[in-house]
């Protein structure tokens, strides 16, 4: 069990950028790969970025690659997501979630502890 929270959502204007946090609390494990996933208005969840906290393995969805960053700082137990270059279509609730012992957290399987998410809007 695990507490996420989302911070650093707004309002910015298409080409803006914005730095997400995701800060995690309570228990937390060594092998637990963290994710970002957002969910659009009328539109299903969608796994957007993960990374490990064992490794330097990152994964972005095509859509933001080149314009997103997915980071950690494992001492603060929190993890980032710099966004660049950003688009209207990028509008949505961000999530942050975290994935124990899913071999396919890549590809945005088996995260099991969710943030409330934080709004992200792109005006153009």
């Known amino acids: 069990q695990v507490q996420l929270v989302e911070s650093g959502g707004g309002l910015v204007q298409a080409g803006g950028s914005l730095r997400l946090s995701c800060a995690a609390s309570g228990r937390t494990f060594s092998n637990y790969a963290m994710g970002w996933f957002r969910q659009a208005p009328g539109k299903e969840r969608e796994f957007v970025a993960a990374?490990?906290?064992?490794?330097?393995?990152?994964y972005y969805v095509d859509s933001v690659k080149g314009r997103f960053t997915i980071s950690r700082d494992n001492t603060k137990n929190t993890v980032y997501l710099q966004m660049n270059s950003l688009k209207p279509e990028d509008t949505a609730v961000y999530y942050c979630?975290?994935?124990?012992?899913?071999?396919?957290?890549?590809?945005?399987?088996?995260?099991?502890?969710w943030g409330q998410g934080t709004q992200v809007t792109i005006s153009s």
């Open positions: 990374i490990s906290w064992s490794a330097e393995d990152t």
């Open positions: 979630a975290a994935s124990r012992l899913s071999r396919l957290w890549y590809q945005g399987r088996g995260y099991n502890d």
